[in-house]
Structures are given as C-alpha cells and as structure tokens.
C-alpha cells in the first residue's frame, strides 16, 4: 500500500512539472517554508543535511548580527576522519566566529531530523538554554518546525523557538524545477513531511 502510494505521488508530481503554471509551482514550494519575526535568543542551532554551507553561513549570520551568544553544531561521520559538525565549525571559524562560542557534538542515535531535534534540545538542556533560533535550508523550515514543537511537548521541555530559512541553492524556493537538485529536494521534502505527520499524529 505505501509503495503505491508513493507511485501515485510521484505520478502527480511529474505531472504537474509540465501542465501547472509557473506561480503554482512556486506556492508548492512556499508551503514548505516557515519564517518567524526574530528577536535575540541564547543560541542558534544549525541543523545538518547540507554541506554546500549554506545553513552555516546564515547561522554566522544572525551570530554576528547579536541574535546569538552561540552556535550549536550536530553532524555526524561521513567519511573516515570527516564529520558534518567538524565541517561546519572550521567554516563557522572561517567566517569569524570564536571557537568557544561554538559548541559541537556527533549525533547520538537516529540520523534524521528528528534524532537530531532530540539531540540537539539535549545540548540546550545540558548548557541551561531556554531559548533559541533555528536554522536551517528554507525547504526543510516547514518540517523542521513541527519537529522540534512535537519533541519539546513530547518531552516536556520549556524552550521558545524561532525558525530562520537560510537560502539553499541547490533547491531555491522560486523556480526550484528548473534544477535536478530542486525537484529531487523538493519531491523528497514532501516525501519527508507526509511520512512525519503519519508517524507522529
């Protein structure tokens, strides 16, 4: 049933690459983008998932616009002696941001969003955070967002949290179908959302 599915998915998708006026297609991507009004907060996660640099560099960002006292990093290992979070840090320290205000971990347990989300409020909780800003590719904001409102309900935690789109290249959210790296993005995001919403209400 669930490949089925996901056929019938994917027949639609394609179909509407070639039969939906340019404007629908942009408001196909825009549903799956969430951006608050925001204020400063104690830290700013920069979730994982992109290695071109873009969620880093918009974390930098709002760090050096004072949103920020520190830049939270989780990843994990993808190639011997290569971590995302180790990546991501050295670029963060490139772009000028104190090594001490960067605080990085490996993800322990699920490499997903979810796992990260778990890990990621786990560090909050260990530096006595009660508030922060997350960033993350403007297509996976939507998602994101439900994620971490779902985990800190579901784990009884009290943080406030705001959500930054950092613009992604490889999936931008006007024209995205113009690129293989943006339908593929897109089409996967979705894939990603209605899967979270089935498992988790």
């Keep these: 049933m669930k490949k089925k599915i996901l056929i019938c998915i994917a027949i639609i998708f394609i179909f509407s690459l070639y039969f939906f006026p340019d404007r629908l297609l942009n408001e196909v991507s825009k549903f799956l983008v969430h951006s608050d009004t925001l204020e400063p907060a104690e830290a700013i996660i920069v979730l994982s998932g992109s290695l071109t640099g873009n969620r880093i560099e918009a974390g ?66 260990e530096n006595k955070f009660k508030s922060f800003i997350l960033v993350t590719s403007a297509f996976h904001t939507n998602r994101a967002h439900a994620v971490y409102e779902k985990l800190i309900n579901h784990l009884g935690y009290d943080f406030k949290f705001m959500v930054y789109p950092a613009k992604d290249n490889r999936a931008p959210i006007n024209d995205w179908w113009k690129s293989r790296t943006g339908r593929k993005a897109i089409f996967v995001e979705y894939l990603a959302t209605l899967n979270f919403y089935r498992e988790h209400l």
Excluded: C
């Design 60 to 125: 930098v960002m709002l760090f050096q616009k004072g949103l920020g006292k520190i830049i939270i990093i989780s990843g994990e290992k993808i190639f011997p002696g290569y971590y995302t979070h180790s990546l991501m840090k050295n670029h963060a320290i490139n772009l000028g941001v104190p090594a001490d205000k960067i605080i990085v971990s490996e993800i322990e347990g699920e490499i997903s969003t979810w796992g990260e989300g778990i890990h990621n409020l786990q560090k909050l909780k």
